[in-house]
């Protein structure tokens, strides 16, 4: 098994340029997270889905969207970089009946 | 809501030391603790979790924690540190039901001197 499976691994943007990080898991795991992390700050969760067609905000979701059309895929989109953007983001996903979350190894973001 | 503190952003011990990493949890409900670790330039490891069983959890690498009701702790501890402990550390809380998110500390980072 894959498990959870980012990419990029690393991605500079300019400002105002948009991109989408991918994320894809293969455990038909119903819940997955998008989370960004800055130094000293932990990891903050930006958006989250409890499965196929539904998604909802965290704690900081202001400059992304994401959208959840099938179980595997959960892609995290910026649409108008800026430079407060520039992050580690990893994806996560968690199955219904153990507690264990499953993270990917992470996209590194610079936005100049 | 749920809020995770953990004591001391840095914490160094010598190699051979008792390694202790503070973590304070906020939940309503009984809560899912969990400890991750992350090596430089690297994505996250966990080390344990508690999930309602024993109360002393025994992870990965020598590594185990404590959970206690009436402090609201979890703290992390390794009798004997070895240099490649040296990373940084996370303490997560999650509410336990299916598909709440985890909720993190800030971390801490841990040296260890030979």
């Known amino acids: 098994n894959a498990g959870v499976t980012q990419t990029p691994k690393f991605r500079i943007l300019k400002i105002g340029q948009s991109m989408t990080l991918q994320c894809t898991q293969d455990?038909?795991?119903?819940?997955m997270y998008w989370y960004r992390q800055d130094p000293g700050m932990g990891l903050k969760l930006i958006y989250y889905s409890v499965g196929a067609g539904i998604t909802d905000k965290g704690e900081v979701p202001n400059g992304y969207n994401v959208s959840r059309s099938t179980t595997e895929d959960f892609p995290l989109r910026l649409e108008l970089a800026a430079p407060s953007q520039t992050s580690v983001y990893f994806c996560?996903?968690?199955?219904?009946?153990?507690?264990?979350?499953?993270f990917g190894s992470g996209t590194r973001l610079t936005v100049v | 809501a749920q809020s995770v503190t953990q004591l001391g952003s840095h914490v160094s011990v010598s190699e051979g030391a008792l390694v202790l990493l503070r973590c304070n949890y906020s939940s309503s409900v009984p809560p899912y603790l969990f400890w991750y670790v992350q090596y430089p330039n690297q994505g996250l490891q966990l080390l344990l979790k508690y999930t309602s069983a024993a109360t002393l959890v025994k992870g990965i690498n020598g590594f185990e924690a404590e959970f206690k009701k009436s402090e609201t702790s979890f703290h992390l501890t390794k009798p004997s540190a070895h240099m490649s402990d040296a990373a940084e550390y996370f303490c997560a809380v999650s509410e336990g039901q299916a598909g709440t998110a985890l909720i993190f500390g800030k971390g801490t980072t841990l040296s260890v001197s030979s």
């Open positions: 455990m038909n795991h119903n819940y």
């Open positions: 996560a996903s968690k199955g219904e009946i153990n507690y264990g979350y499953t």
